[in-house]
């Protein structure tokens, strides 16, 4: 894929963040194999940056950070009205991942 070509075709791409529309000149390509594509998004509305993996198809190249139907409406309603992830909510998480005495699954309340 052209760079070039790739940020015209992904340019009014939703932020993962807050949802505005991310331009051509703000997307970056880092890594180009021909079938995938890194790229990092950068929103000038909220200042988020975003890497995302882009799987080409015929007619429109597609986002790892798009939209997942395995959401049901609500959740997709609960998340799209939450803030962006900030640097106190990754301070939060780290001291309580400190304190955990579990693995992965423990936290996740997987008994099986």
């Known amino acids: 894929m052209d760079d070039r070509r790739l940020r015209k075709r992904l340019a009014g791409t939703s932020c993962a963040s807050c949802g505005a529309a991310i331009l051509g000149d703000d997307i970056d390509v880092l890594a180009d194999r021909g079938d995938v594509a890194f790229v990092q ?58 304190g955990w005495p579990g693995d992965l699954r423990s936290i996740l309340g997987d008994t099986a």
């Open 41 to 98: 998004l950068t929103c000038k509305g909220c200042g988020s940056r975003t890497l995302s993996l882009v799987i080409p198809d015929s007619a429109h190249p597609r986002l790892d950070t798009d939209r997942h139907p395995e959401l049901d409406p609500a959740t997709e309603a609960r998340l799209a009205g939450a803030p962006p992830i900030d640097e106190s909510d990754v301070d939060e998480m780290h001291r309580f991942l400190e």
